[in-house]
T-cell receptor, first 114, second 113 residues
Framework: DAMVIQNPRYQVTQFGKPVTLSCSQT?????MYWYQQKSSQAPKLLFH???????NEADTPDNFQSRRPNTSFCFLDIRSPGLGDAAMYLC?????????????FGSGTQLSVL | KQEVTQIPAALSVPEGENLVLNCSFT??????LQWFRQDPGKGLTSLLL???SQREQTSGRLNASLDKSSGRSTLYIAASQPGDSATYLC????????????WGLGTSLAVNP
């Protein structure tokens, strides 16, 4: 009964070849987040959607884009992956943007760039 | 600028011990603090969330406390089990318009049978 589902679990792509990671949720939460986590580092927020409103972090490279076609799905597009983009990508949701709201994370997609 | 520190970076204990994980922060103007668990190569699971107005939260064998004045939170794990082995991260939500979580680097816990 996974609530935040990320596919695929592992993704291998080539340097410069566009790749899309997907996230779906069964929680009907308004907010969806994408985080990047490199080995032994804390998660780094890339962007989030509040419903259809997109909020990009100032230091997120232009190479990273996102789409949210409906409440349940959110995609992370990496237009031209570099070796430095190899990381675990985590999707998370929360019901609303409120101080007592927990985040629910998916299992992540481990991206390798060859 | 808010900074979150978790010490120690790694901890190894025998099964059955009670243990405390520490999280310290430099700016007391926070909305909440959360403790997460991360298993190797996996996503994060939210364990406990303490709002700014609260002092502690409990869930089963876990108890998290928050002392804003001293800039500290602790996660207490009672009667540790090998299944508790994981990395534990704390993250806090700063007061203000930016709702970005500020994360510690985590404490890697190993509970040995």
């Amino acid at each position: 009964d996974a609530m935040v589902i990320q596919n695929p679990r592992y993704q291998v792509t080539q340097f410069g070849k566009p790749v899309t990671l997907s996230c779906s949720q069964t929680l009907n939460h308004n907010v969806m987040y994408w985080y990047q986590q490199k080995s032994s580092q804390a998660p780094k927020l890339l962007f989030h959607y509040y419903d259809k409103d997109f909020n990009n972090e100032a230091d997120t490279p232009d190479n990273f884009q996102s789409r949210r076609p409906n409440t349940s799905f959110c995609f992370l597009d990496i237009r031209s992956p570099g070796l430095g983009d190899a990381a675990m990508y985590l999707c998370a949701t929360s019901r609303v943007l409120r101080d007592d709201e927990k985040l629910f994370f998916g299992s992540g997609t481990q991206l390798s760039v060859l | 600028k808010q900074e979150v520190t978790q010490i120690p970076a790694a901890l190894s204990v025998p099964e059955g011990e009670n243990l405390v994980l520490n999280c310290s922060f430099t700016d007391s103007a926070i909305y909440n603090l959360q403790w997460f668990r991360q298993d190797p190569g996996k996503g994060l699971t939210s364990l406990l969330l303490i709002q700014s107005s609260q002092r502690e939260q409990t869930s089963g064998r876990l108890n998290a406390s928050l002392d804003k004045s001293s800039g500290r939170s602790t996660l207490y794990i009672a009667a540790s089990q090998p299944g508790d082995s994981a990395t534990y991260l704390c993250a806090l939500l700063n007061a203000g318009n930016n709702r970005k979580l500020i994360w510690g680097l985590g404490t890697s816990l190993a509970v040995n049978p």
